[in-house]
């Protein structure tokens, strides 16, 4: 199937992230969301994102300005989904909000038209059922930041029809990533592995085991991690972590996937990483070279 009109729904780092990949590689993208002053943002990142780029030599001037060309906003629901080939949700990690999503989409979808979800734990066999043609809905699971990324995880849900499939993974080469294919199952393999070593770095933290450094610095120079978990944690946001290990706790019953109450605790407090600037890690006066949050130093 040729993929000619691409929309992103949610403008947030994710979704700005997905529309900057296809926009640069020469991709039509239309980016939808509900909020204007969210998409203003998101071209901005987009643009400072491309100009990060053009210093670094990666992309020359010429590519940067097509890239911004080849990006429109939409406030408009039917705008945005009655004409697409492809439709990327990247909204946050809420089952009820991409449910609602789900059904704003199926309201004006074309019939040819894939759905892909960006979720990184939840199922998509779920999803596809609040569709009519569930052969057509599949997982996309990009990996934050989207331009630096190479993978692109890969769900089949239980009905997704094995052209679809064949048809994400080619697009996923021509954008430059690499495509692999996974079963639906909760967290499916990036999150069910990484999300439990996050939380099990939280349990460590909070056992007074080690120090927030040395947890990350163990993990970094002895398992040759370029990111210590805590790190990670932050940088992914403390909020998603939750999110996912409650996914998988509820999924899977055991105890090894119950979330840690110092991360139920940070959350709860808005310490959320470094979109919020403290989390592990203090981003506020530094946000390249964060010091240790003032609760975690020790005397």
Known sequence: MKIKQLTVVGAGTMGNGIAHTFAQHGF????????????????????????????????????????????????EKERAFSQADLIIEAVSENQA????????????????????S???????????????????VIGMHFMNPVPMMPLVEVIQGHD???????TICQLSKQINKTPLVVSDAPGFVANRIAIPMINEAIETLLQGVSCVEEIDN????????????????????????LAIMEVLHQEFGQSKYAPSVLLRKLVAAGHLGR???IGFYNYTKDFKNPSVARQFQTP
Request: with cysteine.
């Open 118 to 136: 960006n979720t990184s734990s939840l199922s998509i066999t779920a999803l596809g059922a609040l569709c009519k043609n569930p052969a057509k």
């Open 218 to 241: 163990i993990m970094k120079l002895g398992m040759g991690h370029p990111m210590g978990p805590l790190q990670l944690a932050d940088f992914i946001g403390l909020d998603i972590c």
């Open 97 to 116: 909000v991409k449910k609602q999503v789900f059904k704003d989409i199926e309201h004006y979808r074309k019939n040819n038209c894939i759905l892909a």
């Open 160 to 166: 997704t029809d094995p052209e679809v499939i064949d």
């Open 28 to 75: 039509s993208v239309l980016l939808y969301d509900t909020a204007t002053a969210q998409l203003d943002k998101a071209l901005q990142t987009i643009a400072k994102n491309l100009n990060r780029q053009l210093q670094k030599g990666k992309i020359s001037e010429v590519l940067k300005i097509e890239c911004l060309g080849n990006i429109q906003t939409t406030t």
């Open 275 to 277: 979109k919020t600037g």
